[in-house]
Structures are given as C-alpha cells and as structure tokens.
C-alpha cells in the first residue's frame, strides 16, 4: 500500500460509522448487540469508533442482527471488513513507534486537508533528513542507530504523500518558537529554513510563523493537528500528542473550538509571503 492510498484506520472508521447507523435505526443499544457476537458493549464501542479490527463472524452476526439481508449490501461491508484489517505499510516500523502513532500515520496518509500548529519543533511533514535525525536522538535517548534511522526512514515516507498524485492541502501555523529552538548544529538548522521556504511555495502548502512579537494567542493550549477526510462518512479528527499517549477527539464541539483556534492562528501570524520573509530573515541571522 501506498503512502498515498486510503490505509486501514479509515476503512475502519467508515464500517465503525456504518454499523453505528444500522445499529440506531433498528432501535438497538450497544450492550444487546455485544451479546449478539458475545462482546462487551465497550467493544461495540470501540468497533464503532473503528478502534479495533472486525472479525469477519462478528460483523456477519451484527448485519443479521440489524436486519441486512440484501446479499449485494451485506458482501459490500464485509469486503470493507476484510480491507480494514489490511496492515498499511507503516506496520513494518511499529517496534521504533509508541502504540499510538501508527493511527495517526493511517490518518495522515487518508486525510485531503491537514490543518497544523506547531510549537516544538518543525512538524514532521517539513523536516528535512538532518533535522529529523536530530530530533529522533533527542526524543528516543539511548536508542541504537539503527532505530534512529528506521524513525527517520518513517518520517521520509510520510513526507512523500505531500508530492503524490493525491497530495493534500497542507495549512501549517509554525510558533516562532520551532524556528529557533536549535535541532542539530547551525548548518543543519540553515537546511531546514531553507527547506521551509522552498515547500512553502508548493500549491497544496500554506505556511505561517507565529511571531514571538504578537503575544498571547489562540494556540495557549499547545500543538494540535486537525485532519479532514474525502470521504463525506468522517468526521473532522483533532490528534494532539502527550509524553506517554494521544488524543484523538471527532466530537463535533471539540473539533470546532480547534478549529476557532487555528482560524484565528492563520487570521493573526502573517500571511504566507510575510511569513517567508521571516523565514529569510532567520536564515541570514543563522
């Protein structure tokens, strides 16, 4: 599978959503339809959240259970089961992934819009091979080279779905803060401005910097990211990353303060060619 193709997580997603609306339509709660396949209402939660993999079995009984017996409509959902349970080709990196990324990394690679702020650092889609080594060794201390450089080889295949034939629209709000908090030696952070102001002239990437002399803003609560699928069956997902897990958040009024806030990010940093100017600035001071 592609970096560029629809990945397991979303297929997921989309049986999850469908089975919830078959679920709601015959009147049916979660805990009598875990009894049906001898689950937990939790985990008809979870399948519907699309969590966790589908046991074709489970999904047949669930169908019977919601009264779907047109052949053509129940084959056409058990193929997306058999689909989602297809490991995307980041599967082969997830012993140097915490547990959660390789979520992310299946939402990432479906998503048309991806909607950022960032603090820390350079955001992971824009960092070029030198600063991305940088900031692996200095996230996974102790760790052999050749982990760091699987980390690395990870962070280089995601980037390439921003030249795909399906690239998505990349709205990236960069704190000034990531711009000069140093990632390797001097020459390396020079190659990452300069990469920045060389992406940001792509069509399907808007770039801002956050500068340090406006002040308070909307981005008080730390980086987030906010993706936004083709598909009209998903919902909006904020993703925002903690020392030890992540959050995903799809409820419609968390979404939408994320993004009031990042509305107002773009609406307050400088606009794309001011922002490159900045870009340049800190590259002649670099």
Request: charged share 30%.
């Given at each position: 599978?592609?970096?560029?193709?629809?990945?397991?997580?979303?297929?997921?997603?989309?049986?999850?959503?469908?089975?919830?609306r078959l679920?709601?339509?015959?009147?049916?709660?979660?805990?009598?339809?875990?009894?049906?396949?001898?689950?937990?209402?939790?985990?008809?939660?979870?399948?519907?959240?699309?969590?966790?993999?589908?046991?074709?079995?489970?999904?047949?009984?669930?169908?019977?259970?919601?009264?779907?017996?047109?052949?053509?409509?129940?084959?056409?959902?058990?193929?997306?089961?058999?689909?989602?349970?297809v490991?995307?080709?980041?599967?082969?990196?997830?012993?140097?992934?915490p547990?959660?990324?390789?979520?992310?990394v299946?939402?990432?690679?479906?998503?048309?819009?991806?909607?950022?702020?960032?603090?820390?650092?350079?955001?992971?889609?824009?960092?070029?091979?030198?600063?991305?080594?940088?900031?692996?060794?200095?996230?996974?201390?102790?760790?052999?080279?050749?982990?760091?450089?699987?980390?690395v080889?990870l962070?280089?295949?995601?980037?390439?779905?921003?030249?795909?034939?399906?690239?998505?629209?990349?709205?990236?709000?960069?704190?000034?803060?990531?711009?000069?908090?140093?990632?390797?030696?001097?020459?390396?952070?020079?190659?990452?401005l300069?990469h920045?102001?060389?992406?940001?002239?792509?069509?399907?990437?808007?770039?801002?910097?956050?500068?340090?002399?406006?002040?308070?803003h909307?981005?008080?609560?730390?980086?987030?990211?906010?993706?936004?699928?083709p598909e009209?069956?998903?919902?909006?997902?904020?993703?925002?990353?903690q020392?030890?897990?992540?959050?995903?958040?799809?409820?419609?009024?968390?979404?939408?303060?994320?993004?009031?806030?990042?509305?107002?990010?773009?609406?307050?940093?400088?606009?794309?060619?001011?922002?490159?100017?900045l870009?340049?600035?800190?590259?002649?001071?670099?």
């Open positions: 599978m592609s970096a560029g193709e629809p990945g397991s997580v979303v297929r997921r997603m989309l049986l999850g959503s469908q089975l919830r679920r709601e339509a015959r009147g049916i709660t979660r805990e009598a339809a875990g009894y049906s396949i001898r689950a937990s209402e939790s985990k008809i939660s979870r399948m519907e959240l699309g969590r966790v993999s589908f046991k074709t079995r489970d999904v047949e009984d669930l169908l019977t259970l919601y009264g779907i017996s047109d052949e053509a409509e129940r084959e056409s959902l058990l193929s997306l089961a058999r689909e989602a349970n490991a995307g080709w980041w599967h082969s990196y997830t012993d140097v992934l547990s959660w990324f390789p979520t992310y299946g939402l990432e690679g479906a998503a048309s819009l991806i909607r950022v702020y960032e603090v820390q650092f350079v955001h992971g889609l824009l960092q070029t091979e030198e600063y991305a080594r940088a900031v692996v060794r200095r996230g996974m201390k102790g760790a052999s080279a050749a982990d760091v450089e699987r980390r080889a962070r280089l295949e995601r980037q390439k779905y921003l030249l795909s034939d399906h690239a998505p629209e990349l709205h990236i709000v960069l704190d000034e803060a990531a711009l000069r908090r140093p990632y390797g030696d001097s020459e390396v952070m020079r190659g990452q300069q920045l102001i060389d992406v940001s002239r792509r069509p399907n990437v808007r770039l801002q910097v956050m500068p340090f002399g406006f002040g308070g909307s981005g008080e609560s730390g980086a987030f990211t906010i993706l936004s699928f009209s069956d998903l919902s909006d997902v904020v993703y925002m990353e020392l030890t897990s992540a959050l995903y958040l799809d409820k419609r009024e968390d979404v939408a303060q994320y993004e009031q806030a990042l509305k107002e990010l773009q609406q307050d940093s400088p606009g794309p060619e001011e922002s490159r100017d870009l340049r600035g800190l590259l002649q001071l670099s």
